[in-house]
């Protein structure tokens, strides 16, 4: 029968203590990598909290965005609703209100494409824009309608296929709609489709199509 050499052989005394280390060693190898692991989980939560923070930051800013937008085009807006010419007024008063009038229409699409202002509040404008579109403002017939006087304005400084020109394009095509319920609905649609579209156009990878 095979038996190790003698100077392999252990006394029990000796395997017992090796035993003894060899458990100590495994135990404070556990401590270690149970140590480790509650490190890292500490480290998990510590940028889980940044995320958090930095979640509301971003939310904070987003909000603080959408007031002062909003601030500056209700305020503009309702300065030029209430500096509309009165009669007799010759055609170039007329001209130069529609084309403060239609700035700050066109600027207010401009920050919903950009994502700068609420979608909501935005909706509600272009429903009040959609139904007053055939109609002149404060019905003061002299002024003529929205309608007829946005073209002139456009042509000055919106290209035929740029954005803010299809979506006016798009919203007179559903002033066209004399069911209030089906109106709401296209522009809902159409709202939808334009918030934010060109912050998301200049994320996407160059060559990607739009979805």
């Known amino acids: 029968?095979?038996?190790?050499?003698?100077?392999?052989?252990?006394?029990?005394?000796?395997?017992?203590?090796?035993?003894?280390?060899?458990?100590?060693?495994?135990?404070?190898?556990?401590?270690?990598?149970?140590?480790?692991?509650?490190?890292?989980?500490?480290?998990?939560?510590?940028?889980?909290?940044?995320?958090?923070?930095?979640?509301?930051?971003?939310?904070?800013?987003?909000?603080?965005?959408?007031?002062?937008?909003?601030?500056?085009?209700?305020?503009?807006?309702?300065?030029?609703?209430?500096?509309?010419?009165?009669?007799?007024?010759?055609?170039?008063?007329?001209?130069?209100w529609w084309h403060r009038y239609w700035d700050i229409i066109i600027g207010e699409v401009n920050f919903c494409m950009k994502g700068q202002l609420d979608k909501v509040i935005f909706e509600l404008w272009m429903h009040e824009l959609a139904q007053s579109l055939f109609l002149p403002p404060h019905g003061i017939g002299y002024m003529g309608t929205y309608a007829d006087n946005s073209e002139e304005h456009f042509n000055l400084i919106l290209a035929e296929c740029s954005p803010i020109r299809i979506f006016f394009r798009d919203l007179r095509k559903c002033a066209n709609e004399t069911d209030g319920a089906a109106r709401a609905v296209e522009i809902g649609a159409l709202v939808e489709r334009t918030y934010d579209c060109l912050r998301a156009a200049s994320r996407r990878p160059a060559g990607s199509p739009a979805k």
């Open 1 to 96: 029968m095979f038996q190790f050499p003698a100077w392999l052989q252990l006394s029990t005394e000796n395997y017992n203590a090796i035993s003894v280390l060899i458990g100590i060693l495994q135990i404070t190898a556990i401590g270690f990598a149970a140590a480790n692991i509650s490190q890292q989980r500490k480290q998990i939560i510590n940028l889980s909290r940044q995320v958090v923070l930095q979640t509301e930051q971003l939310v904070i800013q987003r909000e603080t965005v959408f007031i002062s937008s909003y601030s500056h085009f209700n305020n503009a807006y309702m300065k030029v609703m209430a500096e509309i010419p009165p009669e007799p007024a010759d055609d170039h008063k007329i001209s130069s």
